[in-house]
């Protein structure tokens, strides 16, 4: 966690090499934690006290997860109504080229702090979460045969950087994105439930959120603005829709030329088949180049099923996409 939280600050002295932006973040930012809510606000400052590193900067850790996510998230069905929820975890963008190891600097640093948490209350378990050490929002969690959930940034003009700003300025009636995908594993008691609280609740920061249940036809993207849901694309098996994938494109619009996940994602779904669909086939999915490329730290396969899950750190044999 030091290793990557130094690197993280490397990286804004690049950009701000007076020192400045790192002071403040180191004597101004952490007084904002207070503002958070419980259980929140204490468990990073319990990070903060057991690491040595300065509160300001395990909130700037915490925030860079709100604008620098860039993933590949996949909701299946198979012909007997099971479902399957995947995704591969690309971290680091921009965040530091290694020339000698041919990868980005962040992205590698990361696969060190991959952890697999189970969150108990009275000694049972109430979901299941792959995250990052020192992160406490959630990118990914199975609520054991209720709901499986992944979320995605969105790229767009009112982006998370607006709300970030609009939160440091004092205006909190936004949540942050890791905070709202924990709180909705920990609380919601349905699929439909989870679906509701992740389209309705107002956002720091657009997002796609990616969510699958139990029972047939239950999965589908939810792509949000910072205040409302701008679309809701569910499964439909009678109609031929046995899978959604998300990356951080809106699905009515073409992807980035240079950023074209989507499109070997669907190919490669299709040519599998429904018939054909399992974890082992969706880890193939995400093992495709340019799914898979420099930025993917690692591949999370989940069952809703008794809460399944399964993470694979990932390397990018050359060639391979730097994104």
């Known amino acids: 966690l030091r290793t990557v939280v130094q690197n993280i600050k490397d990286i804004v002295n690049t950009f701000f090499p007076s020192g400045k932006v790192i002071d403040i973040v180191d004597h101004k930012i952490g007084h904002l934690t207070a503002t958070l809510p419980y259980p929140f606000n204490e468990e990073l400052q319990g990070i903060a006290n057991s690491s040595g590193i300065p509160l300001g900067e395990i909130v700037i850790f915490n925030i860079f997860y709100e604008i620098f996510t860039v993933c590949t998230s996949i909701v299946a069905e198979d012909k007997t109504g099971k479902l399957y929820h995947a995704r591969n975890l690309d971290f680091g963008l921009f965040l530091g080229w290694d020339v000698k190891n041919n990868s980005w600097t962040l992205t590698r640093e990361l696969k060190t702090i991959v952890v697999t948490l189970d969150f108990q209350r009275n000694n049972k378990t109430v979901f299941k979460s792959t995250n990052f050490a020192g992160y406490i929002g959630m990118v990914s969690g199975v609520k054991p045969d209720l709901f499986t959930l992944t979320m995605n940034e969105r790229f767009s003009l009112d982006g998370g950087y607006v709300g970030i700003f609009e939160w440091f300025l004092g205006r909190r009636d936004g949540m942050w994105m890791g905070f709202l995908t924990r709180t909705v594993l920990e609380n919601a008691t349905s699929y439909q439930d989870a679906k509701d609280k992740l389209s309705k609740t107002r956002l720091l920061a657009p997002a796609y959120f990616i969510l699958g249940g139990k029972n047939s036809g239950e999965g589908c993207v939810i792509t949000r603005s910072r205040t409302a849901t701008l679309d809701v694309w569910d499964l439909d098996i009678k109609k031929g829709t046995w899978y959604v994938v998300e990356t951080n494109y809106d699905r009515w619009k ?62 990018c044999p050359d060639p391979c996409s730097p994104w």
Not at 263 to 274: E, F, G, S, V
Request: with cysteine; aromatic share 4%.
């Open 254 to 315: 073409p992807p980035l030329v240079l950023d074209n996940r989507r499109t070997p994602a669907m190919k490669c779904l299709n040519q599998t088949m429904q018939e054909n669909i399992s974890l082992p086939a969706i880890y193939d999915v995400l093992s495709t180049k340019p799914v898979l490329n420099k930025l993917t730290v690692c591949t999370t396969l989940m069952e809703v099923y008794n809460g399944h899950t399964e993470t694979y750190l990932r390397e």
